[in-house]
């Protein structure tokens, strides 16, 4: 007897691995009843587990996302008034957890009334220094650059009836009852900015205004006009009360905060908040992973269970392949092959369900949620581990069932009948 040759050894095995999967898809047409039961179980188990993680792609991520990402979150605020050189600004300028930074005056200094007209008047404004890279203004909308313009808030902007391109009085005043001064400049609106990025009344403006209208408050200037207003007023200041400072992320608060504790400045920031979000982001996270681990053990056990009772229910016939000539190989996979396939089915049903689930999430949540993104989404990378985990599971379920398959014994089996 000679031994096969090395080039019929790989066909024999193509052979009979055909022969396996051929013989376990008939089996699952032929037993369509237990197929469909085991398709929709697998459905049943991993259509939830897709949705619930679409959930937590689609809304509950959108929502974190917006809030890290929220400029008032990511602002480093200086508490009080203190002395800020320009040596200071340049090394907190180089850093790089730092995203914008700008010197600012006193608070005390920091109003301006505005005049539209004498009926639409506004007393005791905020001025709010901007500049280039400013996060709190939206894309799209340039920061003031010349000393006389203006961006003014929404609010504000609709107390005085005032849209971009339209003229504004601003009034400073200096001294006490007895000794009222004032000053008027005229100044020029160039934008508004949303309420969704600063609620409230301001004017978010040059440097170099806040910088004049300090210098005459505090009699550093005989007078204050529109013809005085230039960009050199800010570049000749060397020493600043405050700043406004904004991180470049989350993890850039804590040590940007903790930095300029270092440096003897009383700060705050929205640590607090962040601390919580980021909780409620690690628990769902961990509800999710305790989810998705029970859904996965439900499935391994319920699919190889099904298969398991399927080789014991078939004992008979996988005894009858061997005594046909169909070696290990085959019999073992006959179950492989059926879980393979039930995985491929259950999961495309399961899609299905995620689809129809998802858009009646979109549909319905969506209404209370807008401009929050998805509420249920899954993408194209999330569907693809979806669809390999299912098939892991697949495979792994049906290891035992194969293992079981391969101890099958013909001469047993067959006293049994």
Not at 138 to 158: I, R, S, V
Not at 214 to 229: F, I, K
Not at 405 to 410: G, Q
Request: charged share 20%.
């Amino acid at each position: 007897m000679t031994a096969p040759t090395p080039a019929r050894t790989p066909r024999r095995l193509r052979r009979r691995g055909r022969a396996g999967i051929g013989l376990a898809l008939h089996d699952l047409v032929h037993d369509r009843r237990t197929t469909l039961v085991l398709l929709f179980t697998v459905a049943a188990i991993v259509a939830p587990v897709m949705l619930l993680f679409g959930l937590k792609n689609g809304v509950v991520a959108t929502m974190i996302e917006k809030f890290l990402k929220e400029p008032s979150n990511l602002e480093v605020t200086i508490y009080g008034n203190t002395d800020l050189t320009r040596d200071w600004f340049a090394r907190y300028g180089a850093r790089p957890d730092l995203r914008f930074i700008l010197p600012n005056t006193r608070t005390i200094s920091a109003t301006i009334d505005l005049v539209a007209t004498p009926e639409r008047a506004q007393t005791a404004v905020e001025m709010i220094p901007s500049a280039a890279g400013d996060p709190l203004l939206p894309p799209g909308l340039a920061a003031p650059a010349a000393p006389g313009d203006l961006l003014l808030t929404a609010t504000l902007a609709a107390k005085l009836r005032l849209a971009p391109g339209d003229p504004v009085t601003g009034i400073i005043r200096r001294g006490g009852s007895g000794n009222l001064q004032k000053a008027r400049l005229d100044l020029r609106v160039t934008g508004v900015l949303p309420e969704d990025r600063f609620a409230g009344d301001a004017v978010f403006c040059p440097l170099a205004l806040l910088v004049a209208t300090e210098d005459y408050r505090d009699g550093l200037r005989p007078t204050l006009a529109t013809t005085e207003l230039t960009d050199t007023l800010a570049a000749a200041r060397t020493h600043f009360a405050n700043a406004r400072v904004y991180a470049v992320d989350i993890a850039g608060v804590e040590t940007l905060a903790a930095a300029m504790r270092a440096d003897g400045i009383e700060i705050r920031t929205q640590a607090e908040k962040i601390r919580s979000l980021k909780a409620l982001a690690d628990t769902l996270a961990f509800v999710f992973q305790v989810v998705a681990l029970i859904g996965t053990l439900g499935g391994v056990l319920a699919l190889g269970g099904a298969l398991w009772v399927n080789v014991e229910r078939k004992r008979r016939s996988l005894a009858l392949l061997r005594l046909y000539g169909f070696g290990n190989l085959t019999v073992v996979l006959v179950p492989l092959a059926q879980s393979m396939a039930i995985a491929i089915g259950g999961f495309i049903l399961a899609y299905g369900g995620y689809l129809a689930g998802a858009a009646a999430f979109n549909r319905v949540l969506g209404q209370n949620l807008a401009g929050q993104g998805f509420v249920c989404r899954l993408g194209p990378e999330h569907l693809l581990a979806a669809a390999g985990l299912t098939l892991a599971v697949a495979l792994l379920a049906a290891s035992a069932a194969g293992y079981r398959a391969s101890r099958v014994d013909a001469a047993e089996c067959l006293r049994e009948t």
